[in-house]
């Protein structure tokens, strides 16, 4: 299977808890996207990488989520003190960029539960 | 304050009939469109999308129509199909598609036999 990898797929934790996600995107493609969905809602961008550079971040990205893609292959994001207000679906995404972009393709999504 | 609005939370159609499914934006920097399907407990899995420059993109059964001035968008799906039963999400965004994506909230088709 040559898609986008999540890693873990489910995750329950407690409040006050860090946790830390991983995603391995297509093997070719440059930049790295990850966005949060909850109930209702369609997902919402958080941040993404081109490469190893973290270039854009969204005001929904607090200073207890930190998102790292240390040799521009696979990606952490880590939520440190989790709140029950975390508990979502994670998704990331990737996509080949040259001079343009192209379309993101997204990996299953871990679910995190927040008690 | 929404920039991609689905207005539809939910549309039902007949098995071999035309769905038409409908996104509104607010924001004039967007210039590149896609349409998403997911299924529950799956990632959106990638439909079809459309650059700014152009007003009508068609791949199979899907067909996505941009009217600029309206700032509206519509993915077209003929024929209706079971398997197409689903959440549709619209998307938008800026820098040709490069920068991270504004959705939609969503419209759960449901094809009827």
């Known amino acids: 299977d040559t898609g986008v990898s999540q890693d873990p797929r489910h995750k329950i934790t407690k409040r006050g808890q860090n946790v830390t996600f991983r995603c391995d995107p297509i093997s070719e493609h440059n930049r790295l996207y990850w966005y949060r969905q909850t109930l209702g809602q369609g997902p919402e961008f958080l941040t993404y990488?081109?490469?190893?550079?973290?270039?854009?971040k969204s005001r929904l990205l607090s200073d207890r989520f930190s998102a790292e893609r240390p040799k521009g292959s696979f990606s952490t994001l880590e939520i440190q003190r989790t709140e029950q207000g975390d508990s979502a679906m994670y998704l990331c995404?990737?996509?080949?960029?040259?001079?343009?972009?192209?379309?993101?393709?997204f990996g299953p999504g871990t679910r995190l539960t927040v008690t | 304050d929404q920039q991609v609005k689905q207005n539809s939370p939910s549309l039902s159609v007949q098995e071999g009939r035309i769905s038409i499914l409908n996104c509104d934006y607010t924001n004039s920097m967007f210039d590149y469109f896609l349409w998403y399907k997911k299924y529950p407990a799956e990632g959106p899995t990638f439909l079809i999308s459309i650059s700014s420059i152009k007003d009508k993109n068609e791949d199979g059964r899907f067909t996505v129509f941009l009217n600029k001035s309206a700032k509206h968008l519509s993915l077209h799906i003929v024929p209706s199909q079971p398997g197409d039963s689903a959440v549709y999400f619209c998307?938008?965004?800026?820098?040709?598609?490069?920068?991270?994506?504004?959705f939609g909230k969503g419209t759960h088709l449901i094809i009827q036999p």
């Open positions: 995404a990737s996509s080949l960029f040259v001079r343009a972009g192209y379309e993101q393709y």
């Open positions: 998307a938008a965004s800026g820098g040709g598609g490069a920068d991270g994506l504004t």
């Open positions: 990488f081109q490469n190893e550079a973290q270039l854009e």
